[in-house]
């Protein structure tokens, strides 16, 4: 008798931990759809607006950091240069590229129907104390005649009214930092399998209400697109700040700076204005992710672990607990593992169509979760090793 209820007992102790990590899991998708995916509003995502020749046309100093950029800087720089904006300049920061890239800008510094509006200033070495693209962008900013500065990646290309329409936006909201979230180009299966998991971490972390609230601490920005008042990028430093020359988050930690120095900063939805395609293939996306993993996390060494731990409970043994009650006919495990499954699908599904991933991309989601539980390892590893992160060719301690 006694053994039939300490097995009873062993029984329903395992069914209240399986219901309670059930509803943990729902919960926890409850709080990642409601944080990561608010309700879109007009005023939230930018749509291409015409030039109007009434309003003031203040000079926009473009800055475009490269190093070995030759599959990306002839369409980027070709777009650039067809923005309908009238009063800007194009300063190409080429950081001792070793590829064709130096090639192609002199190119089209020589034949361009308007390379009038074109500069590239070849940067042969890096300072000791700077991380590459902050020394590019301080580079390209001490040469600049614009009023407003815009940072951009060469792996972008802009739509004709892209500059247009963020310089009326950033002068309509008073604005002194405007950046665009943009389109991500995902032709491949691993951007597809990756970015809706960095997406998701990114914007649990980083909610765009929080960042979008000068209340709030919260500050981010997307390098791919960050509009800003010289003027005030002289006044918080900028990179040429001991704190900012080697970081590995420039976007980042320039939006923290102009919090606090009380800028006016919005983080807005820009995918009908500028695409990216940030990595090709697996390996880029492996080394990419690594390098920002660690610096990129708010919550410190503690989060981080509890992420490493975390992400495999939520994202990978759900599924685990569906196939085996399916194979073991266990209805227990079929529940713990059906209704969180449920959740994630419901989100994943959300997410898929808002950033453009088809569908039956959501049964990835377990394997993305491996990938990137590798990924924050390796982070991790790197970071308290002292091994630093290494980006083109260039390793950096974070």
């Known amino acids: ?117 074109l500069r590239v200033i070849r940067v042969d070495h890096l300072p000791e104390g700077w991380a590459g693209k902050p020394h590019a962008l301080h580079t390209g900013v001490s040469q600049a005649t614009g009023e407003w500065l815009l940072f951009t990646d060469a792996d972008t290309r802009h739509q004709p009214e892209a500059l247009s329409t963020a310089m009326r936006t950033a002068s309509e909201r008073q604005l002194d930092l405007l950046s665009l979230g943009t389109t991500q180009d ?58 900012m020359r080697a970081t590995v988050l420039d976007d980042r930690d320039l939006a923290s700076e102009v919090k606090r120095a009380h800028g006016k900063l919005a983080l807005v939805d820009g995918r009908g204005l500028v695409r990216t395609r940030m990595y090709h293939g697996l390996r880029e996306q492996w080394d990419g992710w690594s390098k920002n993993a660690y610096a990129g996390s708010r919550g410190g060494l503690f989060f981080f672990l509890l992420m490493i731990i975390g992400l495999p409970m939520t994202c990978m043994l759900p599924f685990a607990l569906l196939l085996l009650g399916l194979l073991a006919r266990r209805p227990r495990w079929l529940a713990a593992g059906g209704l969180p499954v449920a959740a994630t699908l419901a989100y994943r599904t959300r997410l898929n169509r808002e950033i453009g991933v088809p569908w039956r991309y959501v049964w990835t989601h377990p394997l993305g979760a491996a990938i990137f539980t590798g990924i924050l390892a390796r982070s991790f590893w790197r970071k308290w090793s002292k091994r630093g992160v290494t980006w083109r060719g260039r390793t950096y301690q974070v």
Not at 18 to 46: C, H, N, Q
Not at 98 to 112: I, V
Request: aromatic share 8%; with cysteine; net charge positive.
């Open 186 to 243: 995902m032709p491949d299966f691993w951007s597809r399998v990756l970015i809706p998991m960095a997406y998701m971490g990114i914007s649990m972390q980083y909610p765009a209400k929080q960042v979008n609230d000068p209340k709030s601490r919260i500050a981010l920005a997307n390098g791919q697109y960050i509009l800003l008042r010289k003027a005030l990028y002289e006044r918080i430093g900028g990179y040429a700040a001991p704190h």
């Open 1 to 117: 008798m006694a053994k039939r209820q300490r097995a009873r007992n062993g029984k329903r102790a395992l069914s209240f931990l399986l219901w309670a990590y059930a509803m943990s899991i729902v919960g926890f998708y409850a709080v990642v759809f409601r944080r990561s995916l608010p309700e879109k509003t007009d005023e939230d995502r930018l749509r291409a607006q015409p030039v109007d020749p009434s309003a003031p046309a203040p000079r926009v100093s473009i800055i475009l950091p490269a190093r070995d950029e030759e599959r990306n800087i002839q369409g980027c720089v070709e777009s650039l240069l067809a923005q309908t904006y009238p009063n800007f300049e194009v300063i190409v920061v080429d950081d001792a590229s070793t590829d064709h890239t130096s090639t192609l800008l002199e190119q089209l510094c020589q034949s361009h129907p308007l390379r009038d509006h």
